[in-house]
């Protein structure tokens, strides 16, 4: 399993970009396809985007669909969520996740960075 370790979270107005970063270490991070989740107060964890192990194929929820991008640099062993015309309802705990390609489940997890997005 890889270790993750998520940075870049903070407050920003509605409207707002973020940039969020997730390094991993401990494995071949090309191996391993990534995720994003969030989670807000009170509610439970959603998944928010993936990305295969070389980049070429994303998923994205529908709430974040053309707001947020995903990328990833295997280089660097990190991946990146880029996120843009925050809204309110966008605040919440991020986490990065990853699993082994192929696999079904996530099965390593960051320790999360807040967004909060202020209207």
């Known amino acids: 399993q890889v270790q993750l370790v998520e940075s870049g979270g903070g407050l920003v107005q509605a409207g707002g970009s973020l940039r969020l970063s997730c390094a991993a270490s401990?494995?071949?991070?090309?191996?391993?396809?990534m995720g994003w989740f969030r989670q807000a107060p009170g509610k439970a964890r959603e998944f928010v985007g993936s990305?295969?192990?070389?980049?070429?194929?994303?998923f994205y929820a529908d709430s974040v669909k053309g707001r947020f991008t995903i990328s990833r640099d295997n280089t660097k062993n990190t991946v990146y969520l880029q996120m843009a015309s925050l809204k309110p309802e966008d605040t919440a705990v991020y986490y990065c996740?990853?699993?082994?390609?192929?696999?079904?489940?996530?099965?390593?997890w960051g320790q999360g960075t807040q967004v909060t997005v202020s209207s």
């Open positions: 401990g494995g071949v991070f090309s191996d391993y396809s």
């Open positions: 996740a990853s699993k082994l390609a192929g696999s079904s489940q996530y099965d390593s």
């Open positions: 990305i295969r192990w070389n980049g070429a194929v994303t």
